[in-house]
């Protein structure tokens, strides 16, 4: 038997488990930083975990129906708008990203900000407005049919009210996201490879085909990705088109059908899809890094478009944003200047007041469960708590409906079994205490749009607060003395800026509010939706302005913080 040296023993270390020199251990030691978040995240988790358990249950005649009927529609559809929509936003994202980033045209400067402001637009409004400019008494038809036929043009709103038709309306809407996230790639390529492309003969198109485009495949995989759980979680748009996908069919099967098994049963469906453009995506990007994050690659030279090659880049980027922005507001502003004086009442106020008091509530328990959740695993960085942060953000790939439909069951369970107890106790009917409740709706909001907090703040403590936490914890502070009185302060930007997000985005939700809201409690985004429904195009002009204005606001931020990233 061989004997161990001293030195070699010095060598190998304490005598420590393998798996716990390679990384965390699972444990964790049980703090109230700890309990609170893992409660935190159990609960943010409890929707999930409410449809596959529901799912396990004795399926219904009318999920059988639906199965043997229109399940194979729902498939095909949302599939194809998936494959579509993907193409689009592919084309129009990665083409005018290349454009603004390393060619000089006439109103370069406009677009590099302009492009993004589609996102300030939903989806649903984008739809209804298309559809009114188009119809009968809209100034498309009313122009053309000044030199031909008006039966020739009767039929373009038909045609554009088709399953292509609302692939163009979303690829128009969501193309920004692939535009975002390839253009800060490209920006962070290194101006020196592609020159070295040049010089060694290569043609402006061979370089961006051969050489910037697969650097960028990650970036394009990621915002690709995002456009297509958009599109799995679209409602609006689709319901107004006529176009039945999953999202529609869980309505359909809660609300006209009665039967929650089988939305239950569409919902995991939809899920599945979900998680396996999430794996689809992690499995493309693997450890692929192309961009250089040393800071010291010289930044890509732009080469300057003259004659028709500049005139045909500005229309290239003029061509979405007038039809994915310009287009549609002036004709809400339109409808807005006539319907405005005679809509404006205490009713719309009280639409206003609901729609801000819901965002703002919303953002602030949001802000206060990611700034928990990022604190503890800064407290105690265990493995537990980095996997029990990272699957609190899953909420945000989950399409609204589908969150919604996971809320409904436990808390009409909760209100079930309250009602029990209060009856055994010799009371009266209870009614439903949780469910159908403001308080209800902002807890699936958290569920939601966890995410949309928690990124920014994690990244805020990695840069503003790297060691002083450490510091005052060194000095004598409690972590709650430190959290309110050294890092929150120095996250205050970040924490607004967090807050803003969650605010526009609970602003615009339409399904998961439709589906949670009180009764009789309407948001800007319920009503809009609804008087588009009933075809009262020009009264929900002046609520989805009010949406888009407040959707600006996170444009511009996006605007200036990547205009800082290139200085």
């Not at 569920?447 to 004598?476: K, T, Y």
Request: with cysteine.
């Amino acid at each position: 038997m061989a004997v161990e040296s001293l030195e070699e023993r010095r060598a190998r270390g304490p005598d420590l488990p393998r798996r716990s020199r390679n990384r965390p251990a699972l444990r964790v030691s049980l703090t109230p930083w700890t309990i609170a978040t893992l409660l935190t995240v159990a609960l943010v988790l409890l929707p999930l975990v409410s449809i596959f358990l529901g799912v396990l249950g004795e399926s219904s005649d009318t999920w059988r129906h639906l199965a043997s009927t229109v399940l194979a529609d729902y498939v095909r559809n949302s599939a194809l708008l998936v494959v579509g929509v993907a193409l689009m936003t592919v084309v129009i994202g990665v083409g005018t990203a290349w454009l603004v980033t390393t060619c000089a045209f006439p109103g370069r400067r406009l677009f590099e900000w302009a492009l993004i402001l589609p996102l300030a637009i939903p989806t649903y409004i984008m739809a209804y407005t298309y559809a009114g400019i188009l119809s009968h008494t809209g100034p498309i038809q009313g122009t053309l049919q000044l030199v031909l036929d008006p039966s020739s043009t009767a039929g373009i709103r038909t045609r554009l009210m088709t399953l292509p038709g609302v692939g163009l309306i979303l690829a128009l809407a969501l193309y920004p996201y692939v535009y975002l996230i390839t253009r800060t790639s490209f920006l962070k390529q290194s101006g020196g490879i592609l020159e070295t492309s040049r010089i060694l003969g290569r043609s402006s198109w061979a370089t961006f085909s051969r050489v910037a485009l697969p650097m960028a495949r990650p970036a394009i995989v990621a915002g690709v990705t995002l456009v297509l759980m958009e599109v799995l979680n679209e409602y609006g748009a689709v319901r107004y088109f006529g176009v039945t996908t999953f999202t529609t069919g869980i309505f359909r099967a809660w609300f006209a059908l009665g039967d929650p098994p089988a939305a239950l049963r569409l919902a995991a469906l939809l899920l599945i899809f979900v998680f396996a453009l999430i794996l689809v995506e992690r499995w493309q990007r693997g450890r692929a890094r192309f961009d250089d994050v040393t800071g010291r690659a010289r930044p890509v030279a732009r080469f300057g478009l003259r004659g028709w090659r500049g005139w045909g880049a500005t229309a290239a980027c003029a061509i979405p944003v007038a039809f994915g922005f310009a287009f549609p507001v002036l004709q809400l502003t339109a409808w807005a200047a006539r319907s405005a004086p005679g809509y404006v009442d205490d009713r719309f106020l009280r639409l206003t007041l609901n729609s801000f008091v819901l965002a703002i509530g919303a953002s602030g328990i949001t802000i206060v469960a990611a700034l928990l959740i990022v604190y503890s695993v800064r407290l105690a960085p265990t493995r537990l708590l980095r996997l029990a942060a990272r699957t609190s953000s899953l909420g945000y790939s989950i399409p609204g409906a589908v969150i919604a439909v996971g809320v409904l069951i436990p808390f009409i369970w909760l209100d079930r079994r309250i009602a029990a107890v209060v009856a055994g106790l010799g009371g009266g009917p209870t009614g439903l205490l949780i469910t159908g409740t403001v308080g209800a709706l902002l807890f699936a909001y958290l569920v939601r749009f966890l995410a949309v907090a928690l990124n920014p703040i994690e990244s805020g403590f990695e840069r503003s607060c790297a060691h002083l936490d450490e510091s005052s914890r060194s000095l004598g502070a409690s972590p709650f003395r430190t959290l309110t009185r050294v890092d929150v302060p120095l996250l205050r930007g970040t924490l607004l800026a967090a807050a803003l997000l969650v605010f526009v985005d609970v602003l615009k939700e339409l399904p998961l509010t439709l589906i949670l809201r009180p009764f009789n409690f309407d948001t800007l985004a319920t009503r809009a939706f609804q008087l588009a429904m009933d075809e009262q195009l020009a009264r929900a002009a002046l609520p989805s302005l009010l949406i888009i204005a407040t959707g600006l606001a996170p444009v511009i931020l996006l605007s200036k913080l990547i205009g800082r990233g290139r200085s």
